[in-house]
């Protein structure tokens, strides 16, 4: 797999037990849906929760753009 290359379901199943620390800023309704995510689905841990969100983005390039490219403001006054 090269730097910008999407992994397989295969590649991502190997790479499991590899992890990296990452301190990421988030607001209050973030927070929100990965805790009630993490409760809702007896997930493991925060982390974990971010991991799965990434693992399916990863696994659905097809969604990218829209995921990405859309501009939106949900805080915006």
């Not at 607001?27 to 799965?52: F, P, Q, T, W």
């Amino acid at each position: 797999m090269g730097a910008d290359s999407i992994p397989t379901h295969q590649e991502l199943q190997t790479m499991a037990g590899t992890k990296t620390a990452l301190t990421v800023d988030v607001n209050a309704e973030h927070i929100g849906l990965i805790n009630s995510s993490k409760e809702k689905y007896n997930i493991a841990d925060e982390g974990k929760v971010v991991r799965i969100v990434m693992d399916y983005l990863l696994l659905n390039p097809d969604i990218h753009e829209r995921v990405f490219k859309d501009v939106r403001c949900l805080r915006c006054e």
